[in-house]
């Protein structure tokens, strides 16, 4: 073989492919199924490829003997002959002639058998590669098979020289046909639970705990736990004061653990006009490496001391909530909490979709995916079980029947979803992936920016984020389709139902 050939094999699945990425979500299925159709994405990244990326040539010189046919188990050889090979090295050459300068030669004028001396060995490894992947490519397109991993593709000829054909053996598994489901005989039951007045109130009075004002107490009053107290303080280590470690006229509430541990215990008793020294150590896990695990004294100069006092329940307290009066703030209360309610009583529903359609479809499972989902299952649960661990110590995790089992039934979901789905030609439009991203964007204050940027850049991140968009919308199309019938429940009987899905 030339050297720096490199034989790598990118190939398409053909039009109207899909594939399943399964979330790491217990209870949930989420396809990564791409949008359009032609750009397929497996789970967790391990391979990608487009049918877009390779043009299938015609009259390809070449033959394809299936060597392995068990269950979606396939094996074949491909036998790319030399004069192809040849035949695409000279295309490449005249070609590229036009162009080319030369020591002694005109601008397009250099012989093609110099060219061929000067660059063939490096054409000749583009011409390898460009004849396996049309081979593929073409084998793809007439078989219908839709790999269900990135095949194993290895040239058997390793002992190949110019002249000599190239042969190449491939194998994989195939992604199974999906049957169809009738969605109208899928029977749903859908929850319905109302916000009663009661709920209402315990909302209303929660908002009016976080809209409490305060006031002074009486000259003397030591503080107690919730009271306010206002204060200056510095902060030193070793006798110097550190950087964000002073504030003037600082309003801290004892007991809401605001600051590090042990500095709020302090407070408890001091006056205002007196100073305290609170002697505390840095947690070694605290985010500024040069403070950790240090000892530290806050000088604190004590202003005031101050009660809680409960916001009264009435317009002007609605309308610092952004509310015209109270009613129209009662009504907002209602209309969120209804917006939760009907939330939960989805996850509810879908996950009696998803029983329903586990029990009542079956088709054959692609062994790889189940067994790259089982290990990842087993790693997840190992690294939540061993939080101070490395990441990279889980790598020997065995998954085990349990493990097994739950990926069988994410597979299957995942792909019978992604089959429903693109037949259905569901898709995720720009705007609701703009929304997406932004909501998520909200949860980095002051980095919202440059988070929408990162994942403008991230192709994996995309599809991490379209995935559950799209999962959503083929789950809101077979409850379409199905019968669904409603049955009000109390809030406390819909929140049972969602506790049993963890216990399931």
């Given at each position: 073989m030339?050297?720096n050939?490199?034989?790598?094999v990118?190939?398409?699945?053909?039009?109207g492919s899909a594939?399943?990425?399964?979330?790491?979500?217990?209870n949930s299925v989420?396809?990564?199924v791409?949008v359009p159709?032609?750009?397929?994405?497996?789970r967790?990244g391990?391979?990608?490829w487009?049918?877009?990326a390779?043009t299938?040539?015609?009259g390809l010189?070449?033959?394809?003997?299936e060597?392995?046919?068990?269950?979606?188990?396939?094996?074949?050889?491909i036998n790319?002959?030399?004069?192809?090979?040849?035949?695409?090295?000279m295309?490449?050459?005249?070609?590229?002639?036009?162009?080319?300068?030369?020591k002694?030669?005109?601008?397009g004028?250099?012989?093609?058998p110099?060219?061929?001396?000067?660059?063939g060995q490096?054409?000749?490894g583009?011409?390898m590669q460009?004849?396996i992947?049309?081979?593929?490519?073409k084998?793809?397109e007439?078989?219908g098979?839709?790999p269900a991993?990135?095949?194993?593709?290895k040239?058997?000829?390793e002992?190949?020289?110019?002249?000599?054909?190239v042969e190449?053996?491939?194998?994989?598994?195939k992604?199974p046909?999906i049957?169809?489901?009738?969605?109208?005989?899928?029977?749903l039951?859908?929850?319905?639970?109302?916000?009663?007045?009661?709920?209402?109130?315990?909302?209303?009075?929660?908002?009016?705990?976080?809209?409490?004002?305060y006031?002074?107490?009486?000259?003397?009053?030591?503080?107690?736990d919730?009271d306010?107290?206002?204060?200056d303080?510095?902060?030193?280590?070793?006798d110097?004061?550190?950087?964000?470690?002073?504030a003037?006229?600082?309003?801290?509430?004892?007991?809401?653990?605001?600051?590090?541990p042990?500095?709020?215990?302090q407070?408890?008793?001091?006056?205002a006009g007196?100073?305290k020294?609170?002697?505390?150590?840095?947690?070694?896990?605290?985010g500024?490496?040069?403070?950790?695990?240090k000892?530290a004294i806050f000088?604190?100069?004590?202003?005031?001391?101050?009660?809680?006092?409960?916001?009264?329940l009435?317009?002007?307290?609605a309308?610092?909530?952004g509310?015209?009066d109270?009613a129209a703030?009662?009504?907002?209360?209602?209309?969120?909490?209804?917006a939760?309610?009907?939330g939960a009583?989805?996850?509810?529903?879908?996950?009696?979709?998803?029983?329903?359609?586990?029990?009542?479809?079956?088709?054959?499972l692609?062994?790889?995916?189940?067994?790259?989902?089982a290990?990842?299952?087993?790693?997840?649960?190992?690294?939540e079980?061993n939080?101070?661990?490395?990441a990279?110590?889980?790598?020997?995790?065995?998954p085990?029947?349990?493990?097994?089992?739950?990926a069988?039934r994410?597979?299957?979901l995942?792909?019978?979803l992604?089959?429903?789905?693109?037949?259905?030609?569901?898709?995720?439009s720009d705007?609701e992936?703009?929304?997406a991203?932004?909501?998520?964007a909200?949860?980095?204050?002051?980095q919202?920016?440059?988070?929408?940027?990162?994942?403008?850049?991230?192709?994996?991140?995309?599809q991490?984020?379209?995935?559950?968009?799209?999962?959503?919308k083929?789950?809101?199309?077979i409850?379409e389709?199905a019968s669904v019938?409603?049955?009000?429940?109390?809030?406390?009987?819909?929140q049972a139902?969602v506790e049993?899905l963890?216990?399931?």
């Amino acid at each position: 073989m030339p050297k720096n050939v490199c034989v790598r094999v990118f190939f398409g699945a053909g039009s109207g492919s899909a594939a399943v990425r399964i979330d790491s979500d217990a209870n949930s299925v989420e396809n990564r199924v791409a949008v359009p159709p032609d750009i397929i994405v497996y789970r967790r990244g391990l391979c990608a490829w487009t049918s877009n990326a390779l043009t299938t040539k015609k009259g390809l010189d070449m033959q394809v003997t299936e060597t392995l046919n068990d269950g979606l188990k396939r094996g074949y050889d491909i036998n790319v002959t030399a004069t192809e090979l040849d035949a695409k090295v000279m295309e490449k050459l005249i070609e590229a002639q036009p162009e080319i300068e030369m020591k002694g030669f005109r601008k397009g004028k250099v012989p093609i058998p110099l060219l061929k001396k000067q660059f063939g060995q490096r054409l000749m490894g583009e011409a390898m590669q460009e004849s396996i992947d049309g081979a593929m490519a073409k084998h793809f397109e007439e078989s219908g098979d839709r790999p269900a991993l990135q095949p194993e593709v290895k040239m058997t000829n390793e002992d190949w020289k110019e002249g000599d054909d190239v042969e190449v053996a491939i194998a994989y598994e195939k992604l199974p046909e999906i049957p169809q489901v009738d969605l109208s005989a899928i029977a749903l039951e859908r929850l319905v639970t109302k916000a009663d007045e009661t709920a209402v109130d315990e909302a209303l009075a929660q908002l009016a705990d976080t809209a409490k004002d305060y006031q002074d107490r009486d000259e003397g009053a030591a503080a107690e736990d919730g009271d306010q107290v206002v204060m200056d303080f510095v902060g030193k280590v070793d006798d110097e004061p550190f950087d964000g470690g002073s504030a003037e006229d600082y309003p801290l509430v004892l007991g809401s653990s605001s600051f590090i541990p042990g500095f709020e215990e302090q407070l408890v008793g001091v006056t205002a006009g007196t100073e305290k020294s609170v002697e505390v150590s840095f947690p070694d896990d605290y985010g500024a490496e040069n403070l950790a695990g240090k000892a530290a004294i806050f000088d604190c100069t004590i202003k005031a001391v101050k009660s809680a006092v409960a916001s009264e329940l009435n317009d002007e307290m609605a309308k610092k909530f952004g509310a015209e009066d109270l009613a129209a703030l009662k009504e907002q209360i209602s209309g969120r909490l209804e917006a939760e309610y009907a939330g939960a009583a989805r996850q509810v529903m879908k996950r009696g979709l998803l029983d329903q359609l586990d029990a009542t479809v079956t088709f054959d499972l692609p062994p790889s995916l189940v067994a790259a989902e089982a290990q990842q299952i087993a790693r997840q649960l190992w690294q939540e079980e061993n939080p101070e661990a490395e990441a990279n110590d889980s790598a020997e995790v065995e998954p085990n029947e349990e493990h097994t089992s739950l990926a069988e039934r994410r597979v299957k979901l995942g792909l019978l979803l992604a089959e429903i789905g693109q037949k259905a030609e569901v898709t995720v439009s720009d705007a609701e992936m703009t929304q997406a991203i932004m909501a998520q964007a909200r949860q980095y204050p002051g980095q919202e920016r440059q988070f929408f940027e990162f994942v403008q850049q991230n192709a994996q991140m995309q599809q991490q984020m379209r995935a559950p968009l799209f999962e959503d919308k083929v789950v809101d199309h077979i409850a379409e389709a199905a019968s669904v019938t409603e049955k009000e429940i109390d809030k406390d009987g819909l929140q049972a139902a969602v506790e049993a899905l963890d216990e399931e």
